[in-house]
């Protein structure tokens, strides 16, 4: 039956993600959410992903079986990501591709077992994106980085924490870059500027 609800859950929220239309608002309710894939969008527009609190509305991918990331969202414009935590996936909690105006506010990636080589790679991870905020987030425990932003351009980075990283902010490769107020610890590197030339 346990196994049923989850994939309730689950299946609730990914219809929810596919239909979506600009303007709308897909809520995740509070508690704690089991899922076992990966939640997906692609080719949308306006829309706002928003839970109660980093708290209250908790995405756990403890038990993942299929795919890495936890939220995958790429080809899109104009996403807030809003008041939940995503946990323990396998791969990258949250990853944005090909995104022209992505906002993290209030959103947490962890990984409760604590910092070990088998976490995932990167918490909040956008890559190859337009217009990008991140503020007032939290990561814990990446592998790699626990905020992450490259190859993008014009992006804020401010009031943000990251701790038991890899790499606590990692920004690579990414033009007009606004990064300030945030706290790295207990991180092996705790802020990462990454501009190579001939890349």
Not at 20 to 26: C, L
Not at 164 to 172: K, L, P, Q, R, S
Request: with cysteine.
């Amino acid at each position: 039956m346990a196994g049923f609800l989850f994939a309730n859950i689950e299946k609730n929220l990914q219809t929810q993600f596919i239909p979506a239309e600009p303007g709308d608002t897909i809520t995740i309710p509070e508690v704690l959410h089991p899922i076992r894939g990966t939640l997906s969008i692609e080719w949308k527009s306006d829309l706002v992903i928003r839970g109660n609190s980093m708290v209250q509305s908790i995405l756990s991918f403890s038990n993942q079986d299929a795919c890495a990331q936890g939220i995958s969202i790429t080809n899109s414009t104009n996403i807030t990501l809003e008041g939940f935590t995503v946990q323990d996936t396998k791969g990258d909690a949250i990853k944005i591709q090909y995104t022209d105006g992505i906002v993290f506010r209030h959103v947490k990636a962890e990984w409760t077992g604590g910092p070990k080589e088998t976490n995932g790679a990167y918490g909040l991870y956008p890559v190859q994106c337009q217009n990008v905020l991140i503020e007032n987030s939290v990561s814990i425990g990446a592998s790699d980085a626990g905020i992450y932003v490259g190859q993008s351009n014009d992006i804020v980075v401010r009031y943000n924490i990251a701790y038991d990283n890899v790499a606590g902010f990692e920004i690579e490769y990414t033009n007009n870059s606004d990064v300030y107020e945030n706290h790295s610890c207990h991180n092996a590197g705790g802020i990462l500027i990454f501009d190579l030339s001939d890349l």
